[in-house]
């Protein structure tokens, strides 16, 4: 069973403007980074396809949908629904990374690959349903998650989001669906204010969200700690059939967006975690998705040691 690896250069298309930390070059950075250590090599390269929108439908309004690809289209510099620069590609490289994410399932869902690690950009955790926010365009697990359901009657899917920021739109989505079970390391108070412990769900969603807001400074103790804690707890009692990684780099240390004090050692550790979790409870399968991590060289490094310990 192999590792797979999802990027498109497509993703590199995507402009917000100069000086913008979600730089085009974060891309270049890992994929040169997953190349020079070999994994690039070892990996089975996947080809991603676009997202169609059938495919965002399963997660995004019509509305929401039609109105940013006209904003992107008309040469907005940034989304009317929240703070997500943009440039004239955007719409094309969003639609390639969603669908890398989709391409990515599919290689694990039908046993082409044990795991999947994509390097898609722009990022879309803060996205929800009829809104883009945060870098965001549109939201690239929660794609993941819902096309694995209807695609490979996927029944429950874990979503582990260890970014520095909490993924609101990530938790919105799922919010009242007890079929996706959220969980959520992230700096507090922070950007985007959302993700306090008592955010737990609601509904039929109700204890299947599960937030873990940590001060500036907070390292592996706190961050592993949690997961290895309560979350493999909770995962007894919930049983993921898939396992989706919201693959946040803005957490290492140094990282100019972030307080958090995670080492490239770290995030071995932790993807040494969701593995377990993914072979405990899913049959192995596990899909990672590229989310933030702003300084080049740490978000390299970092991603390296992810991609690593995925193979």
Known sequence: MSFALAADTLCETHDPGRGHPEQPARFRAVMDALTAAGLVEKATRLTPRDATRDDLALVHTPRYLALAEEEIHHGAA???????????????????????????????????????????????????????????????????????????????????????????????????????????THQHPWYPGTGAAAETGRGAGLGTTQNFPLPAGAGRAEILGALETKLTAAMEKFRPELVLVSAGFDSREGDPLGRFTLTDDDFTALTKLVRHLADTHAQGRLVSLLEGGYSLPGLAAAATAHADALL
């Open 78 to 184: 940034q989304l009317s629904t929240g703070d997500t620069q943009v440039g004239e590609h955007s719409w094309t490289a969003a639609l390639r990374a969603a669908g890398s994410a989709l391409t990515a399932i599919d290689a694990v869902c039908t046993g082409k690959a044990a795991r999947a690690f994509a390097v898609v950009r722009p990022p879309g955790h803060h996205a929800g349903a009829d809104y883009g926010m945060g870098f965001c365009v549109v939201n690239n697990i929660a794609l993941a998650a819902r096309h694995a359901q209807r695609r490979h009657a996927i029944g429950k899917v874990l979503v582990v989001d260890w970014d520095v920021h909490h993924g609101n739109g990530t938790q919105d989505i799922f919010y009242e669906d007890g079929t996706v079970f959220f969980c959520s």
